[in-house]
Structures are given as C-alpha cells and as structure tokens.
C-alpha cells in the first residue's frame, strides 16, 4: 500500500475511532503506534500521535496528563519500530501486551504525581491510582490485542493475496 495512502488511513481511522462511541480505552491508538512503528518510514512514525492530537482538539484536552499519555504512545512507537525486524505473531501480541502494561504504568502514575490531586502523593495514593485504573487497563488491553491483531493481520492477509492475485506492477504499486 502507498505510504501516503497508508498514512491518510491511520490518521482518519484513529481520530473517527475515538470520536464515535466505544468502551473507555478501548481505541486503536495503542495497535496504531505499533504498526506505524512496523510499517511506516521512521520519519512518518509521529502520524499516530497526530490523530490522538486531533481527537483531543474534539474531545477536549485535559490537564498535564497529556505529557504522560503522548509520552507513553511515544515509547509504543519504539517498540514498533523494534517489531520492524520481529513480526512474528508472538512478538507483535507480546508487543500489544508490553505496550498496554507500560501505557497503564507510565499514565496511572501521571494521575497520581504533582500537580493532580487525585490520589496522596505517597505510596499508598500511587497503589490506589493503579487499583483504581484495572477497569480501564482491561479495555486497554482487550483494543490493543485486537487492533493489533486487526491491524497487523490484515494487513499482512491482504499483502499475501495481492501478491498472488495481483500482477507485480499493480502490487509494487499498491504496496
């Protein structure tokens, strides 16, 4: 698939994905930053991060926890481009997995640290902002399992059946 046309793609699909009604965390933001990261040019790996920023123009952008929400995309981003190199079905759900986990750490932390006034700032405030957050990192980690199995597999399926079906030229066009 073009790069431009690709791009266009993950951008429309992660903004209308977190416009429309869905489950808390339950986005494709997550599987997004991976697969940019897998697929992508490195220089492209920020479009991801682009249609959070313009879902949060709609939604509404909400207090210094963004620093920590952006940041932990980031990092997921990393791990996709690691992935660039090991796409195999172990690693790319290892990876969902990994990238849930370090975005309920890094984020629940973020809600719990000066300047918010959620929880104490002790240890045991910290351990309740994380308790308090397993709803949320449930639904995390369903979306990012099965966006990245979406995401990942089809188009991995449809890069194997235009291959056989297409003619190269048309392929090498598409792809």
Not at 33 to 42: D, E
Not at 114 to 131: A, M
Not at 146 to 165: D, M, N, P, S, V
């Amino acid at each position: 698939m073009q790069i431009g046309l690709l791009s266009m793609i993950i951008v429309v699909f992660g903004v209308l994905s977190r416009l429309i009604p869905h489950a808390p965390n339950f986005v494709p933001i997550g599987a997004l930053m991976l697969f940019g990261g897998a697929y992508l040019p490195k220089k492209l790996l920020w479009l991801p991060l682009l249609a959070l920023f313009i879902s949060d123009y709609f939604i509404g952008f909400y207090g210094t926890d963004m620093v920590y929400v952006y940041g932990s995309f980031a990092l997921v981003g990393l791990i996709g481009l690691w992935l660039r190199t090991h796409k195999t079905p172990h690693f790319v759900l290892g990876g969902a997995f990994f990238s849930s986990v370090l975005f309920f750490i890094i984020t629940n932390f973020g809600v719990w640290a000066p300047p918010n006034n959620w929880y104490p700032h002790n240890l045991s405030g910290l351990l309740q902002s994380y308790i308090m957050a397993i709803p949320f990192f449930r639904n995390s980690l369903i979306g990012d399992l099965g966006y990245t199995i979406l995401l990942f597999g089809g188009y991995e399926l449809t890069q194997r059946l235009a291959r056989k079906y297409l003619p190269a030229k048309l392929f090498n066009l598409a792809f």
